[in-house]
């Protein structure tokens, strides 16, 4: 139980103790049990009423101020799940792009990725056919130059 909820609850007893002492019939004196006669202390019924009146009045006031305080409390906790709300939609909304900027960079970057790729294939694609060629030409210098010293073998030996 919160400390504010006790002193209200404190509040409404005290002004319950009060209206049940003033509003309850007053005991006979041990001296005499059978005197009508009213106490000598014993206040008249309309300072009685105006005691229960002043306490309802207290008990209704402080009641209207717990209401009160209650309302603003609802208001400012309101207030509090609207601002909540709202922050957790920017983010939602701040998520949301940043995954799209992500997904953006990421295919740009995929495209750039492919075309390096492709770029690459090609070059060394063109490198092996490149490379296929000087062997094949290396390999007709050498026949050609095989024949050009047995020839020349041949015309020194005749």
Same mark, same amino acid.
């Given at each position: ?48 009423? @105006?005691?229960?009146?002043?306490? !309802? ?18 208001? #400012? ?41 492709? !770029?690459?294939?090609? !070059? ?16 007709? #210098?050498?026949?050609? @130059? ?13």
């Amino acid at each position: 139980m919160s400390q504010r909820t006790r002193k209200g609850s404190a509040t409404a007893q005290r002004a319950t103790n009060t209206v049940a002492t003033s509003a309850a019939p007053s005991a006979p004196s041990s001296a005499s049990v059978g005197d009508t006669q009213p106490r000598p202390h014993s206040a008249p019924p309309e300072d009685r009423i @105006c005691r229960i009146e002043a306490a !309802m009045r207290s008990f209704f006031q402080a009641q209207q101020t717990r209401e009160e305080r209650q309302e603003r409390e609802a208001q #400012l906790q309101n207030q509090r799940w609207r601002s909540i709300e709202h922050q957790f939609q920017q983010l939602q909304t701040l998520v949301g792009t940043g995954r799209k900027a992500r997904a953006a960079y990421v295919a740009m970057d995929k495209l750039e990725i492919q075309r390096h790729y492709v !770029m690459y294939y090609e !070059m060394s694609y063109g490198l092996n056919i490149e490379m296929h060629k000087q062997t094949e030409i290396a390999k007709r #210098l050498n026949v050609i @130059c095989a024949q050009i010293n047995v020839s020349a073998h041949e015309h020194e030996i005749a």
